[in-house]
């Protein structure tokens, strides 16, 4: 959630924010709200020192035997205006709360605004594969080498889903390993997360209201759940209501999950096979930090999800987005791309986005900071990294002339020394 200060002292240079994201707002109705709020506490304020001056007239006058009845009058005539004062300003709270609840967070002032036109690639890592022989593209590899069934994923599940088999299972399992093995190396806590989640993660994430109809919600279930569309949703709730020391900071924390997403690709070619489907693998890493440590934290998650698409050794590039590009809940996003030679494309397969302090305010995440003052924290994600595009891109860049493909150095060890994938014979 923005911060209300923010707003209050500056509103036309928040709606200039905003309209970077492709959000305009008038913020004319809000600022009324929080005038009449304000109005209304110093009222209460007020009656309440008049109703305190009064109570306290009470003994003196039935020490002097005066008649203390209209001051008892008074008092209940106040308390009565008091509590429906105290109502009003309830129902203000709840509206400037509905107010605000669906803006988007402000994007970084040094993000251009629109969308994907205006997203720039800042670093690029490897050659563009050209190949001397007939190549294939991920679909035709999985099936030649028996890796996927995406006939039977589709007879099972519809459209949008496969069945990863034999050394497919095999190699997936051992990219998710070669993930979680490099977390654990640089410290991060490794978390196997709940499924389903109540609404109030969905609403902390920065998701609900706004984006409910993009995930996957459970009917006849009460209180309601919703399947998490990726393991951040749950993180971003460990310490939700929470207020931690700035010695505990930051807190490093990665998860591997399924992640279900409602719109699966569609029969795009860009999208065919693994690349968009309604449940694929993902390792998810996440940072607590404080308001300090936030950009430290976002170029370390960035230079961990570059060095995990080094050490496979693929071609990829690192992108900035725009600021219509990055999530409603992050002020920034750098995206990690894959290659795929067949479209002579990028893919994301790693978004790395900080939300400042956006989600802690949503989620009453603060810490104490050195001096005891009580802050909102800071959080930051990043994938670390989704399987569903870094699987086929392995194929297509590593495919060979005889139709084999080779594993790459650093997954040897999780496929039992099988160092390359032939076609399977007809």
Same mark, same amino acid.
């Given at each position: 959630?923005?911060?209300?200060?923010?707003?209050?002292? #500056?509103?036309?240079?928040?709606?200039?924010?905003?309209?970077?994201?492709?959000?305009?707002?008038?913020?004319?109705?809000?600022?009324?709200?929080?005038?009449?709020?304000?109005?209304?506490?110093?009222?209460?304020?007020?009656?309440?020192?008049?109703?305190?001056?009064?109570?306290?007239?009470?003994?003196?006058?039935?020490?002097?035997?005066?008649?203390?009845?209209?001051?008892?009058?008074?008092?209940?005539?106040?308390?009565?205006?008091?509590?429906?004062?105290?109502?009003?300003?309830?129902?203000?709270?709840?509206?400037?709360?509905?107010?605000?609840?669906?803006?988007? #967070?402000?994007?970084?002032?040094?993000?251009?605004?629109?969308?994907?036109?205006?997203?720039?690639?800042?670093?690029?890592?490897?050659?563009?594969?050209?190949?001397?022989?007939?190549?294939?593209?991920?679909?035709?590899?999985?099936?030649?080498?028996?890796?996927?069934?995406?006939?039977?994923?589709?007879?099972? +599940?519809?459209?949008?889903?496969?069945?990863?088999?034999?050394?497919?299972?095999?190699?997936?399992?051992?990219?998710?390993?070669?993930?979680?093995?490099?977390?654990?190396?640089?410290?991060?806590?490794?978390?196997?997360?709940?499924?389903?989640?109540?609404?109030?993660?969905?609403?902390?994430?920065?998701?609900?209201?706004?984006?409910?109809?993009?995930?996957?919600?459970?009917?006849?279930?009460?209180?309601?759940?919703?399947?998490?569309?990726?393991?951040?949703?749950?993180?971003?709730?460990?310490?939700?209501?929470?207020?931690?020391?700035?010695?505990?900071?930051?807190?490093?924390?990665?998860?591997?999950?399924?992640?279900?997403?409602?719109?699966?690709?569609?029969?795009?070619?860009?999208?065919?096979?693994?690349?968009?489907?309604?449940?694929?693998?993902?390792?998810?890493?996440?940072?607590?930090?404080?308001?300090?440590?936030?950009?430290?934290?976002?170029?370390?998650?960035?230079?961990?999800?570059?060095?995990?698409?080094?050490?496979?050794?693929?071609?990829?590039?690192?992108?900035?987005?725009? +600021?219509?590009?990055?999530?409603?809940?992050?002020?920034?996003?750098?995206?990690?791309?894959?290659?795929?030679?067949?479209?002579?494309?990028?893919?994301?397969?790693?978004?790395?986005?900080?939300?400042?302090?956006?989600?802690?305010?949503?989620?009453?995440?603060?810490?104490?900071?050195?001096?005891?003052?009580?802050?909102?924290?800071?959080?930051?994600?990043?994938?670390?990294?989704?399987?569903?595009?870094?699987?086929?891109?392995?194929?297509?860049?590593?495919?060979?002339?005889?139709?084999?493909?080779?594993?790459?150095?650093?997954?040897?060890?999780?496929?039992?020394?099988?160092?390359?994938?032939?076609?399977?014979?007809?």
């Amino acid at each position: 959630m923005i911060d209300q200060k923010l707003i209050i002292d #500056n509103p036309k240079l928040v709606e200039e924010k905003l309209a970077k994201k492709g959000v305009i707002i008038d913020f004319a109705p809000f600022l009324t709200m929080v005038n009449e709020r304000k109005a209304l506490l110093a009222k209460v304020e007020e009656a309440n020192a008049l109703r305190n001056r009064l109570s306290s007239d009470v003994p003196k006058f039935k020490k002097e035997g005066k008649d203390v009845s209209e001051i008892f009058k008074r008092v209940k005539e106040i308390n009565q205006g008091i509590e429906e004062d105290k109502q009003r300003l309830t129902d203000i709270e709840n509206n400037i709360a509905s107010f605000l609840k669906p803006l988007p #967070n402000l994007p970084d002032d040094d993000l251009l605004p629109g969308g994907k036109e205006n997203n720039k690639v800042i670093a690029s890592y490897g050659e563009k594969q050209h190949f001397a022989f007939k190549m294939l593209d991920h679909v035709e590899l999985a099936e030649s080498l028996g890796l996927i069934d995406y006939v039977r994923g589709a007879k099972i +599940a519809g459209h949008g889903s496969w069945v990863y088999t034999d050394l497919g299972a095999r190699l997936e399992w051992a990219l998710l390993n070669f993930f979680i093995s490099e977390h654990l190396k640089d410290g991060y806590e490794f978390m196997l997360v709940p499924h389903l989640l109540n609404f109030e993660s969905g609403y902390v994430a920065g998701q609900f209201p706004k984006f409910e109809g993009d995930v996957f919600v459970m009917e006849g279930v009460n209180p309601k759940k919703f399947l998490l569309p990726t393991a951040e949703t749950a993180l971003v709730n460990f310490h939700r209501n929470e207020i931690l020391n700035d010695s505990d900071l930051p807190r490093k924390y990665f998860a591997y999950s399924p992640c279900y997403r409602k719109e699966a690709g569609a029969y795009r070619s860009e999208e065919r096979g693994m690349i968009r489907g309604y449940q694929f693998n993902k390792v998810e890493m996440f940072q607590y930090t404080s308001e300090e440590g936030d950009m430290p934290a976002f170029e370390e998650l960035v230079n961990k999800a570059v060095s995990l698409m080094q050490k496979l050794g693929l071609t990829f590039r690192v992108s900035k987005l725009a +600021a219509e590009d990055i999530s409603a809940s992050m002020a920034r996003t750098y995206d990690i791309e894959v290659y795929f030679p067949s479209l002579d494309i990028y893919k994301e397969v790693s978004s790395v986005s900080t939300a400042h302090d956006y989600q802690a305010r949503r989620g009453m995440i603060r810490y104490k900071d050195k001096n005891g003052k009580i802050k909102f924290v800071h959080t930051l994600n990043g994938s670390g990294l989704a399987t569903s595009r870094v699987f086929p891109a392995l194929l297509e860049q590593n495919q060979n002339e005889d139709g084999s493909v080779s594993i790459p150095e650093v997954l040897w060890p999780f496929m039992g020394g099988i160092k390359k994938i032939y076609p399977k014979k007809q």
